[in-house]
């Protein structure tokens, strides 16, 4: 009996010496506040929070740049659908000018179309990016920006070789972490239901070493983790980069193609305002002098205009005074004044077939009545 009684306390004493040789003995608290003895564990690995993301000044200023110029395009597709050009389209007609209206209907749906196509570009610019280890593995095993500059600076993969060989050391760091968990978690159940103290130091023992591991375990994660996230953040950045290079051009040319439309259709809906057909002027002279010699029709037809002598008058081939005032393809306008044969002032439209004007030195310049007589064009005969 004694001998058996020595040697458990022999037993218990090393138990004790290879606790302390661990660094804790088996009721002691750990470093994060959970106790080894029974009734505690420590819990799983939660993320950490993330560190804040360098680039995200480059990716605001980048969207915030795309989402002006969407506003900008926003406003001339306003200007091109609420404008008032659209409203001269109507009155262009295939008969009277189809080269205007074939033009502003094109027009039209090229600068609409342009406009829609830049914004629908840049809007792909403020869509989300891929954040994820799959999508990174992806990028950094092609030709992309991420891989060149991850290839040129060591730094950015901690000193692996490549991106896939950074995510697979991490994947490989979060397997043996989880490992850990489980281990850590299987030890301090067996601490839990030791039913004596030599089970418990043994228990404890092991829950010790399973707490250093996991802690092992965290640490290597921890340092990698910083490596993943500020390269799956400068992937990111890269990827609204190259999103906002590529549709750049796009807008460019979008843009040109627009502004070239408008002027276009702003061409093709405001036709050139021309008189009528037959009244225009071919010359707009100070009045002049001259003698109104009529036909025998012009005697006839302006003789309730001018009346009876003064129309007589102006069929002799001395005619009588007038004032030519100005003339157009289809009549000069003329104003004759009282005088010895014509009794009142009259105003009136000559056409060529009641009579003509004959230049004469002689012929008396008489004020512009502000009284006169506008007589319409008789119709033919």
């Given at each position: 009996m004694t001998d058996a009684g020595g040697g458990r306390i022999r037993f218990a004493a090393l138990l004790n010496a290879l606790a302390s040789a661990l660094g804790a003995?088996?009721?002691?608290?750990?470093?994060?506040?959970?106790?080894?003895?029974?009734?505690?564990?420590?819990?799983?690995?939660?993320?950490?929070?993330?560190?804040?993301?360098?680039?995200?000044?480059?990716?605001?200023?980048?969207?915030?740049?795309?989402?002006?110029?969407?506003?900008a395009f926003a406003a001339v597709a306003t200007v091109m659908l609420a404008g008032s050009q659209l409203s001269s389209v109507g009155k262009l007609t295939m008969a009277d000018d189809p080269l205007r209206l074939w033009t502003a209907l094109i027009a039209a749906f090229v600068a609409v179309g342009a406009t829609i196509y830049a914004i629908f570009g840049l809007t792909n610019v403020l869509a989300p990016v891929m954040a994820s280890l799959g999508a990174l593995r992806v990028e950094g095993a092609s030709e992309s920006p991420l891989a060149k500059l991850?290839?040129?600076?060591?730094?950015?993969?901690?000193?692996?070789?490549?991106?896939?060989?950074?995510?697979?050391?991490?994947?490989?760091q979060r397997k043996n972490q989880f490992s850990?968990?489980?281990?850590?978690?299987?030890?301090?159940?067996?601490?839990?239901?030791?039913?004596?103290?030599?089970?418990?130091?043994?228990?404890?023992?092991?829950?010790?070493?399973?707490?250093k591991r996991r802690d092992r375990a965290d640490a290597?994660?921890?340092?990698?983790?910083?490596?993943?996230?500020?390269?799956?953040?400068?992937?990111?950045?890269?990827?609204?980069?190259?999103?906002?290079?590529?549709?750049?051009?796009?807008v460019i040319w979008s843009g040109a193609a627009a502004a070239i439309a408008i002027i276009a259709?702003?061409?093709?809906?405001?036709?050139?305002?021309?008189?009528?057909?037959?009244?225009?002027?071919?010359?707009?002279?100070?009045?002049?002098?001259?003698?109104?010699?009529?036909?025998?029709?012009?005697?006839?037809?302006?003789?309730?205009?001018?009346?009876?002598?003064?129309?007589?008058?102006?069929?002799?081939?001395r005619g009588v005074p007038m004032i030519v005032l100005g003339a157009t393809t289809s009549a000069i306008e003329i104003v004759v004044p009282s005088g010895e044969s014509c009794a009142q002032t009259s105003r009136l439209q000559l056409e060529p077939r009641l009579g003509h004007a004959s230049p004469t030195s002689e012929a008396r310049i008489a004020?512009?009545?502000?009284?006169?007589?506008?007589?319409p064009s008789p119709g033919p005969s």
């Open positions: 003995s088996p009721d002691s608290k750990r470093k994060d506040g959970s106790s080894t003895g029974s009734g505690n564990s420590k819990s799983a690995p939660s993320p950490p929070v993330s560190p804040a993301n360098p680039y995200q000044k480059g990716v605001d200023q980048i969207r915030s740049t795309a989402t002006w110029l969407i506003a991850a290839a040129d600076d060591s730094g950015l993969l901690a000193g692996r070789t490549d991106v896939p060989a950074l995510l697979d050391d991490y994947e490989t850990a968990f489980s281990d850590q978690t299987k030890a301090h159940k067996e601490l839990d239901e030791a039913i004596n103290d030599d089970a418990k130091k043994f228990a404890s023992i092991r829950s010790i070493a399973a707490d290597e994660v921890g340092v990698l983790r910083k490596t993943v996230v500020a390269l799956t953040q400068l992937s990111a950045y890269l990827q609204v980069s190259s999103r906002f290079e590529k549709e750049r051009t796009k259709f702003a061409w093709a809906a405001n036709p050139p305002t021309l008189p009528a057909e037959g009244a225009k002027v071919l010359l707009q002279p100070r009045p002049v002098g001259a003698q109104l010699v009529l036909t025998p029709a012009g005697v006839t037809e302006l003789s309730g205009v001018l009346g009876a002598e003064c129309a007589m008058a102006a069929g002799q081939p004020p512009i009545p502000t009284t006169t007589q506008s007589v």
